[in-house]
């Protein structure tokens, strides 16, 4: 596992906000800092990442790699981390008409409808 790769994939240690000490790396889903930024997340901004969530919840290290509904509802309902354009290209490429639902939203969250965090 990189360090510093969230469970969606992004690699912490390349963003800005990482490197100017605004903002504390992520974690895989079934790593325990995953809990530990949950935490830190709601805390300081009254909501979490809902990918995060769901891969903490699951005990998914990885979404693209160990997940069999990615990309899921999660992340078409953008904007971020990655672009819907990208996300259409894994479904071509892993054969998907469309994102298979997920079984429950994070905390309770549809998911359709992840909280912003900003």
């Not at 605004?22 to 909501?47: E, F, N, S």
């Not at 990885?62 to 259409?88: F, I, Q, W």
């Not at 997920?102 to 409808?113: F, I, N, V």
Request: charged letters at 15%.
């Amino acid at each position: 596992m990189p360090e510093g790769t969230g469970a969606c994939g992004i690699n912490c240690l390349v963003c800005g906000l990482f490197r100017q000490g605004k903002c504390g790396p992520c974690a895989p889903g079934d790593h325990p800092q995953a809990q530990q930024k949950l935490a830190t997340q709601l805390r300081l901004l009254g909501g979490t990442c809902p990918i995060l969530q769901c891969a903490a919840q699951r005990g998914i290290g990885h979404c693209s790699a160990d997940c069999d509904l990615y990309p899921c509802p999660r992340y078409l309902a953008g904007p971020y981390p990655l672009s819907k354009g990208y996300l259409e290209m894994q479904m071509r490429r892993r054969g998907q008409q469309q994102a298979p639902a997920p079984s429950g939203g994070p905390a309770g969250t549809p998911p359709d409808k992840p909280p912003r965090l900003h």
